[in-house]
């Protein structure tokens, strides 16, 4: 009985190890790095802000952003993310007013400033988006953060592509 148990747990714990390896996997060779055609906007998905900078991850998320967009890939920037606790400002304001700092002219620029999960980032881009005619986006995150943002982004019927960060501030 007792090796039937083992077995039992050995077949488990190789099932769970397959599963997470599995999907690792599947997100690194999904598809990440556009830097070309023609999408009416970028969703610059937020993250965390320090004494209301972008902090390495965000950042790098905007300079891909202001990058494409000042390609011509992107028509619009939108920027997605509440104020995390302990913050002053949203993570939205923060990735525009960085991204006007560069350049990129806040007429040019949307945001909103509720959202705290990626689900509610891409309701509120969607809703933007819907505001002004807008029909096609390009999320731009980190790789990793890609693949499970264009399944929610396409549960909730967004015409979207992806396109990471070229390196990506993760380091595990």
Known sequence: M???IR?????????????IFSIDLSCALFPTT????????????GAAVTSNQPS???QARLDHGIDLYQKGVVKI????????????????????????DKGVPASDTLMEKTSK???????EAKRLMEGEGMKT?????DPLHLR???IIAKWLEMEVDASGTPFSRYKS
Request: aromatic share 8%.
């Open 2 to 4: 007792k090796r039937f």
């Open 7 to 19: 077995n039992i747990a050995l077949a488990i714990l190789a099932s769970v190890a397959f599963i």
């Open 34 to 45: 556009i830097t070309e055609g023609t999408y009416d906007c970028g969703i610059i998905l």
């Open 56 to 58: 390495p991850v965000f």
């Open 77 to 100: 920037l939108i920027f997605t993310g509440g104020v995390g606790k302990g913050d002053h400002m949203a993570e939205s304001e923060v990735g525009a007013t960085y991204a006007q």
């Open 117 to 123: 999960t990626t689900v509610q980032n891409l309701l």
């Open 137 to 141: 986006a390009l999320i731009i995150s």
């Open 148 to 150: 499970r943002s264009v």
